[in-house]
Every structure is written in structure tokens, then in C-alpha cells.
Nanobody, 126 residues
Framework: QVQLVESGGGLVQPGGSLRLSCATS????????LGWYRQAPGKECELVAR????????YYADFVKGRFTISRDNFEKTVYLQMNSLKPEDTAVYYC???????????????????WGRGTQVTVSA
């Protein structure tokens, strides 16, 4: 049974940091590109970052470049998202996905487009 379980979300002040984790099981982790998406209320589900392997350049959406870092641990079968310099507009539910197929969807998670977790809430507010 495939499982992706996100953790690490929470409430943080603007300028703060959070580290999201996505622990996976039930599929061959090293065979998959991995991604993080997010969806805020009333907005589309947008790709934040994706990573193919430990070696190679990850992709970042313009709105998180220089602030977020995606990484993966193939031994632990876990993907991470380090989020620094958080802004109120980063408030959303964050989902991990394998593999990321599009830059955006109208909603997420979408079980017809790979494996998804249930998401973790990130709230950036003073």
C-alpha cells in the first residue's frame, strides 16, 4: 500500500522557517521524481518544487526561489522542504506528490495524477 505522510507544518511568523517532511512507503522511492505542491483557499494547486535525484538541479517555482530548498533522503525514503523567509502568501496546505506531472492543477490532491499525501497546513501570520 502506497503511503505519503507529510509533517512539519504549523503556525509561524513572517520571516520564520519551517521544515516539511514527507515519509513514503509502498513504492520504489528511487524510481520517482518527487514534488511539493501547495493550495491556498480559493487558489489553484501550484507546484512549489521538484527533485529528480540527489545529484542534479531541483526545480523551484519563481515565487519560492532563494527561500525554499527541496531535498531527498533515498535511504529514509523521505523528501523534505526547507522553507525560510516565510511570507503570509506562503500560507497554504502543502502536499507531496510522486511524480509531479504538471505545474498546476485546479485542486489537489489528485489521485489520478500519481501518489499524494493528505497535506500539512502552513500558516504564516503575525
Amino acid at each position: 500500500q502506497v503511503q505519503l505522510v507529510e509533517s512539519g507544518g504549523g503556525l509561524v511568523q513572517p520571516g520564520g522557517s519551517l521544515r516539511l517532511s514527507c515519509a513514503t512507503s509502498g513504492f520504489t522511492f528511487t524510481d520517482y521524481e518527487l514534488g511539493w505542491y501547495r493550495q491556498a483557499p480559493g487558489k489553484e494547486c501550484e507546484l512549489v518544487a521538484r527533485i529528480i535525484s540527489i545529484v542534479g538541479s531541483p526545480y523551484y517555482a519563481d515565487f519560492v526561489k532563494g527561500r525554499f530548498t527541496i531535498s531527498r533522503d533515498n535511504f529514509e525514503k523521505t523528501v523534505y522542504l526547507q522553507m525560510n523567509s516565510l511570507k503570509p502568501e506562503d500560507t497554504a496546505v502543502y502536499y507531496c506528490n510522486a511524480p509531479p506531472q504538471r505545474s498546476s492543477y485546479d485542486r489537489c490532491p489528485r489521485n489520478e495524477n500519481g501518489y499524494w499525501g493528505r497535506g500539512t497546513q502552513v500558516t504564516v501570520s503575525a
